[in-house]
């Protein structure tokens, strides 16, 4: 997995609540064996009309928001679905931070699996920055994961919460399994005494 | 005597390996279900770095998502080429890993979440994960049951392990006996319309009292399928004699001297008198209506004899969500919910796809016709339901009635496979989801039971199941 970078740059809002898993990248995307290339894809039915034209009002087809790299979205994003095709695909657009009340637990999960940043914050804050968000080019919110701090574009600074061992993994790119090697003295032991005690599982 | 435990504190404690100073635990998984759309690139990862799968003999693998689920299935050509890749690369990572494996040809086969506790391989206080959302399913059974994404999948397969902090306690207690004509599925619409589909969040949800324990096993696995849908990371219902003698005497369930020791075991799944939950929800069974979703998200619920509402009666985000949904839905505010018309109707998915459910759908179906035009398709859960509905006679029903009898599958669950909806086409569908795009691109979706699924095939119009009287 790829280091995560601090990010200054160009948020899209997306004040919508309840973002699920489904439009972030719709089921005929998940037909792929691969995890790259699906970042046309992203809000598919959103974004583009039955015929494959661009729906010009949705946000990322504006031109300011072409290029974005954070999102700021309404609360509970990323739910349904379990897919890591959705962090895939917005990871694949360009996307390493979402900026949100609310999270849920799979997507937020699978996000640092793939070097994205999902960042929670109180409702002012996610308000200030939707605000923001909404001046396209001319404003830039940036994100500093080592100090734990967003901005807005006139220097307002949030501090957010973030697991620590998460963070840590994020910013030297480790790869979870590797991690888990490690432990697995423990995870044998583990084995050994269950197979004892409770051999039908 | 050590503090008052939940069942979720007892089982979690049993399948901690590891846990670090900041309280990241490695969680020992006891069974791992795969199936082909979230496993691809989890396989391949293990094949690039060189690692195998750890407990082969722990991990069960199923296609379900997109097989067809035509008669003629059998036929390559019935797929469409990227689900045919898909399907061929499970058997290829099943054979070349060692996994237990169920094709498509295998009588066995079908919807991961039944062909699990149907094969035996879901049993109490366990853990099991699975790539897919709707593993809460086998919470059903008092085990720790929950979904996964396809980097954790390639952890689970490499480590037999998953990188966890433990969630908070909810208890969800359905007090009192359901009135005629409401089912598991209108219990656990009518949590998530009261607890919304992020209340949930950060929680492992305990559903009890006397209308959870009133149910039998299928309708269990029902009401936990969907904990997902209220946001939590599992749903769990302790066990009793009930699921006991469902597990008694499955394929893969334990026998003999193992079976007693493991009833001993699973005896002590309960939460202690005085354990902690962080939060309570109480609803009286007795107020649960057969209900249905109206909208976009499975917290749009309300009694079948209410009124579509207006974006007015919201605040905050959840207004423009409405106007969007209301639009998406074809729907007008004040509109009565029976008033609505339906095209098309799916019975079938891991939430109402077990014999039970089509039992139920069958006894609303008999002697009846669908109404005309409509299209109307059964998906058993499991090859195994499809043939037992045969020889119970059910099959014969639906097909009278004017159903398409199906494979068995994921089908318009998700519609990654040809059965699909059309834009604007609407259904009243069993399964759990009712997102934009879900059935199909356009499509629009109405939750239900089975029953009410039956009836709204009959009269063509979303139907309250408590004043249908058949077309005879
Ligand atoms: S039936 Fe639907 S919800 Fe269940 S596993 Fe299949 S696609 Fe997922």
Redesign the interface.
Known sequence: MDKFTNVSGVAAPM????I?T??II???F??????SGLGVNLFD?MRYN?DGSEIADFVLNQPAYRNAEIIVA???FG??????HA?WALKDFGVSVVISE?????FY??CF??GILPIMLPKEAVETLMDDATKGENARISVDLENQTVSATDGTEFAFEV???KKHCLLNGLD??GL??Q??D??D???KA?AEK???? | MSAPKTLYDKIWDAHVADEAEDGTCLLYIDRHLVHEVTSPQAFEGLRMAGRTVRAPEKTIAVPDHNVPTTLDRADPATMTEDSRIQVEALDKNAKEFGVHYYPVSDVRQGIVHIVGPEQGWTLPGMTVVCGDSHTATHGAFGALAHGIGTSEVEHVLATQTLIQKKSKNMKVEITGSLRPGVTAKDITMNVIGKTGTAGGTGFVIEYCGQAIEELSMEGRMTVCNMAIEGGARAGLIAPDQKTFDYCNGRPNAPKGAEWDAALENWKTLFTDEGAHFDEVITIKGEDIAPSVTWGTSPEDVLPIDALVPSPSDFTGGKVAAVERALAYMGLEAGQKLTDVKIDTVFIGSCTNGRIEDLRAAAGVLKGQKIKDGMRAMVVPGSGLVRAQAEEEGLAQIFKDAGFEWRMAGCSMCLAMNPDQLKPEERCAATSNRNFEGRQGRGGRTHLVSPVMAAAAAVTGKLTDIRSFEGAA
Not at chain 1, 15 to 18: A, D, E, S
Not at chain 1, 30 to 35: A, H
Not at chain 1, 79 to 84: D, F, N, P, V
């Open positions: 004040p919508l609540v309840n699920d489904d439009m719709p089921k005929q998940l037909k792929t064996i691969k995890r039915e039955a309404g609360e509970n739910c349904g679905s379990s897919r890591e962090p609310s999270f849920a637990d799979i999960n699978n699996k793939n697991d620590a061992f979870d399994i888990t090697y432990k697995i423990a995870i032991a583990f084995e269950q409770t051999p039908w599982l």
